[in-house]
């Protein structure tokens, strides 16, 4: 029946493998959680899809209408920046044009309006 009175240097010995595995297991936690988390991880921009609602009655023509009118809204805003781009001066009109093209390049999901 020594585990009910047992000698200093067995306490002692538990204590420090008690102790140890403790500090051990905290230890392993945050570790873990550190190497989980990427560094310098920030959250992507949500994608905001808007959808235009149309009544259930809409028909084909009007569907063709809405798109004939919403590509002409954009070569009209697309005319209106060539226009502006011709009116800078050299260097500044250089890198306009490149954005201007790189935007028109762009697919339409991926164009800021």
Not at 30 to 52: Q, S
Not at 82 to 89: D, G, S, V
């Amino acid at each position: 029946m020594s585990f009910l009175a047992p000698s200093p240097a067995e306490v002692r010995r538990r204590r420090i493998l008690v102790g140890g595995g403790s500090v051990f297991a905290t230890v392993a936690i945050a570790a873990a959680f550190f190497a989980g988390r990427p560094a310098n991880y920030m959250r992507p921009d949500p994608v905001i899809i808007f959808v235009d609602s149309w009544s259930a009655k809409r028909d084909r023509e009007d569907a063709l209408e809405t798109r004939a009118s919403d590509k002409a809204q954009l070569e009209a805003k697309l005319a209106e920046s060539r226009a502006y781009i011709a009116t800078l001066p050299p260097e500044k009109r250089k890198l306009a044009q490149a954005e201007y093209d790189r935007y028109v390049a762009a697919s339409p999901k991926d164009r800021i309006s």
